[in-house]
């Protein structure tokens, strides 16, 4: 089974991290919430979530994938935090998988592992990068970088974490069972 670890900093995209822990757990894969900052953590519209673990207790060495919401200012928060920089910098460094959702791929890009092509919330990518925006795509995959749009992408960006990581029955099975026909 696949561990993904979902680091959550104040600010976070509810949508976008729920959905993600969501449909990645009713797909089979072994999820971890990570606080970052706290033990309590507010989303965007404070809502409160209480991780799983802090990120200082991550160890890439343990995972196939980190996976990043946006929401303002969550996105901000990961891309200042220097244990999720470092994760994600040797996540990479190791091959492994690293994604980000909305404004979440400006944390790649401050730790140097966004790759040429990706995609992310409209208008964003001028505080990322307009290189490489892929502005048509629900999803973005590039070598082990795995990005998305925003909160209405998020199932579908669940779905293709699960297809990778669980395999095409499964996604199937719970794309079916999730009624996603948009995706």
Sequence with gaps: MAKVC?????GFEEIEATSL??????????VIVAGVGGDVIYGAHNIRVIPDTKIELINADELDLIVLPGGLPGA????????VQKLLKEMDEKGKYVGAICAGPYALKTAGVLKE???AYPGWEGNIRKEGYVSNAKVVEDKNVLTSKGP???MCFGLEI?????????YK???AGLLADFC
């Design 21 to 30: 822990i969501d449909v990645m757990r009713r797909g089979g894969l072994d």
């Design 162 to 170: 699960v297809k990778k990581f669980a395999g095409e029955e499964v």
């Design 152 to 154: 209405g992408t998020a």
């Design 6 to 10: 979902v680091p959550l900093a104040n």
């Design 117 to 119: 092509r990706y995609t």
């Design 173 to 175: 099975q719970l794309k």
């Design 76 to 83: 901000i928060n990961l891309a200042n935090d220097e244990s």
